[in-house]
């Protein structure tokens, strides 16, 4: 059978891999790769279950073949924070109840990361817009756009903080961290 030779970076980490031309991305990743927090939830394109980012734009990763992300950057759930720190996003569905089952959960934050990188402070009319290609079949979306909500209040919150450079300051030692908002 025919394949192609291909590369990419997920979540910072090269991987190259001999593909069939017709493996949709989403496989490769949930079956080549063992990332299956990234999931199928249609055969239509139209739940973003599958919802990932590729070069750092949003992507429904079974729109996609493999061989299509060859040379690209993609990031999955994976990749939004290390254990035990959740992403601010992660942190906000689970103070929001955003999720019941979570099966929607990894696509929908991937977007949401997305929408509040290009719109960091969105009104409820943009969030609801922006996940509109998102299916949640059991929470509903309400506590879905609170969390969001929240997350971008954080997100802007920590952006705006001052950054404290790395050093001495008075025989204290400091962090090159942003200062944790008040
Ligand atoms: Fe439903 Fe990709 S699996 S949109
Ligand atoms: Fe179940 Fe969204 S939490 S589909």
Not at 135 to 152: H, M, S, W
Not at 158 to 171: I, L, R, Y
Request: proline residues 4%; hydrophobic residues 40%.
């Amino acid at each position: 059978m025919t394949t192609q030779h291909i590369t990419v970076s997920v979540n910072g980490e090269a991987h190259e891999a001999d593909v069939e031309p017709r493996l949709l991305l989403v496989h490769f990743l949930r079956d080549d790769l063992g990332l299956t927090g990234t999931h199928v939830g249609c055969d239509t394109s139209n739940c973003g279950a599958c919802t990932i980012h590729v070069d750092g734009v949003s992507a429904k990763s079974c729109t996609m073949l493999a061989v299509q992300a060859d040379g690209r950057e993609l990031k999955t759930i994976e990749g939004m924070a290390s254990e035990p720190t959740l992403h601010p996003l992660q942190q906000a569905f689970w103070d929001q109840h955003g999720l019941q089952c979570g099966f929607c959960t990894p696509g929908m934050i991937m977007q949401a990361a997305w929408l509040l990188a290009e719109n960091p402070d969105p009104d409820e009319a943009e969030i609801r817009e922006g996940i509109s290609g998102n299916l949640c079949r059991c929470t509903g979306y309400v506590n879905i756009v609170k969390a969001i909500q929240q997350a971008a209040g954080e997100l802007s919150a920590a952006e705006s903080a001052p950054v404290v450079a790395a050093g001495t300051v008075d025989g204290q030692e400091v962090s090159a961290e942003p200062a944790a908002a008040g």
